[in-house]
């Protein structure tokens, strides 16, 4: 079982979408998506680790239904809101008890987690999961930090992981049976640290069931 991070996300999810920088970041990683998956209208979606539901609502528009999956009740809130007043009627926002819940429910065409992989601790088993939560054919797209030296994050509280190594990623799609393996440049963020302006950079690690 992996487990997520025990931190509270709750407080920060009503300003989370004012920071311009996460924004444009999750658009990028949008992007290079679609780029690298074809999305159908016949598809049925998991965004793992949702969020405000940035994401989410970038793929809504052009699947069948996306479940918005998190463990912060103050996110999905802020996502709920969203789905209200934009009138978006093919997004579910799930609440996920990772103390409680030992797996994910149903089975999707496509499974996400955009930068939230850093947050959980055993990344192989939750990659493990997400296989046998993906219907034959469906595709796993995972988005997250390369290797930061732990330069990225100033609150480092469920942090588990400075950015990971492409090819471990690669190892564990390898591990668990995904074919049709592609890693790609998603996208750049620099971000002052110390006065300095630093540059990181995001991979998507995408493979078929």
Not at 85 to 112: A, E, F, M
């Amino acid at each position: 079982m992996a487990i997520m991070h025990t931190r509270d996300f709750d407080k920060e999810a009503a300003g989370w979408d004012s920071n311009p920088m996460r924004v444009k970041l999750t658009g990028d990683i949008a992007v290079a998506l679609a780029h690298t998956i074809k999305l159908k209208p016949e598809m049925e979606v998991l965004d793992f680790g949702c969020g405000s539901g940035l994401l989410t609502l970038f793929l809504a528009p052009f699947v069948k239904s996306v479940t918005a999956l998190d463990s912060s009740r103050g996110m999905l809130d802020v996502l709920e809101k969203k789905i209200a007043d934009q009138k978006i009627t093919n997004v579910k926002p799930l609440y996920w008890d990772v103390v409680n819940t030992k797996s994910l429910i149903g089975k999707y065409h496509l499974l996400t987690a955009s930068m939230a992989l850093h947050h959980v601790d055993d990344v192989a088993g939750l990659i493990n999961i997400f296989y046998d939560h993906l219907l034959p054919g469906g595709f796993l797209a995972i988005a997250d930090l390369d290797l930061d030296n732990g330069l990225f994050h100033e609150d480092k509280s469920g942090v588990f992981h400075n950015g990971f190594d492409r090819e471990r990623i690669k190892s564990y799609f390898k591990k668990f049976g995904f074919r049709d393996i592609a890693v790609s440049d998603a996208a750049i963020v620099n971000k002052p640290v110390a006065g300095v302006l630093k540059k990181f950079t995001v991979f998507l690690t995408a493979g078929k069931k």
